[in-house]
Structures are given as C-alpha cells and as structure tokens.
C-alpha cells in the first residue's frame, strides 16, 4: 500500500523558516515526481511545489518562487520543503502527494495519493 | 497562470439526485484535468483523472466528461458519502492550478 506521511509542522514567528518531510513508502520512490499542495484554513487547493524522480527537475508557484525550496533523498524515500521568510499568507495545511508520471512535464499525469497534512501556522 | 473556475460554488442536493459540477479553464488545456474529492478535515481524492478516466475504486455513479476549455463532473445517484467538496486541477501547464471548489451538501 502506497503510504506518504508527512512532518515538520507547527507554529512559527513570521519570517523565521521551517522543514517539512514526507516519508513515502509501498512503491519505487525514485520513479516518481512529487508534489507539495496546500491549503489555507477554509480555502482551496494550492499547488506549491514539485520535483522530478531523480531530483533534477524542480517547479514552484510564484507565490513561493525564491523563498521555497523542494529536495528529496530517493535512499531515504523522503520529500522535503525548505521553507524560509514565511509570511503569515503561508498558514495552511501542507499535503505531499505522489504524481503519476517520473517527470513534470506538462499533459496526462495526475495526483494520487495524497498524505494527510501537517499544519503550518505562521504568527507572533 | 491558467485560471480554473468552477461553478457553482456551492450545491445544495438531496440523496439519489443526479449533480453535474462545471470546471472551466481560461485556455484550452485539452484533455487534462482531473477530479478530487474533499472531505472535512481528509486529504484530497483523486476520482477522474484525463477528464474521463474513472481512478480505480471509485464507484461507476461518478463520471466525468470535457476537453478543451469546458468539463464536468456528473455524480448520477448521490449517496450519503458523496457530500464533500470538489476540486478541478488543470495539469495542462507545469505551473498546476485547481479549481476554487464545489461544496456539496444536503438538502
């Protein structure tokens, strides 16, 4: 069963910086690309971030462009997300999610599954 | 950006009735989007992927349709469990956007 949890959430003064994970288990980690979504509390889904299998390739939302950085250790089976200069507008429920393809190209690729969550909350 | 705007964005409806919700993107994105559903405090499901393709375990009463700029999510005889909100995705650009969302409730 493909499982991806996340961790590294949690309350953080504005422009201080955090670490999320992802640790993905039950198939070939190092064969997929990965995302990060996130979503404000009561909001919609928000794309952030994604990187390719090998690790070579990386995307982001130019809400995130240049303060966010996505990595991923394909020995550990894990994704992160950098974060640094968080604003307030950063508070939101952070989801990896596993993609379809072993590349971000643009076309027929999809978002399946997901983790459950951890919660950034931006604050003084 | 490719903006996805759904609509409507909130749908009150009985069990057993049959819904349609619309996603609408600002260009054609051909076939690619996808269909997710939400519910309270759970990850986002994946349910069509490629705008018709039902992901599997999802029940047959889901169907999707559309390419181009213009697609819908039809639910054909709403179970209790269906109540949640759904969310378009657009896969056509690198730069991914969703839809703004559709909540489902009870009549």
Known sequence: EVQLVESGGGLVQPGNSLRLSCAASGFTFSSYAMAWVRQAPGKGLEWVSGISGSGANTYYADSVKGRFTISRDNSKNALYLQMNSLRAGDTAVYYCAKDSLNTMIRGRRWFDPWGQGTLVTVSS | DIQMTQSPS???ASVGDRVTITCRASQTISSYLNWYQQKPGKAPRLLIYAASSLQSG???????????????LTISS???????TYYCQQTYSTSITFGQGTRLEIK
């Open chain 2, 78 to 84: 709403l179970q209790p469990e269906d109540f949640a």
């Open chain 2, 58 to 72: 999802v029940p047959s009463r889901f169907s999707g349709s559309g390419s181009g700029t213009d697609f819908t």
């Open chain 2, 10 to 12: 909130s749908l009150s």
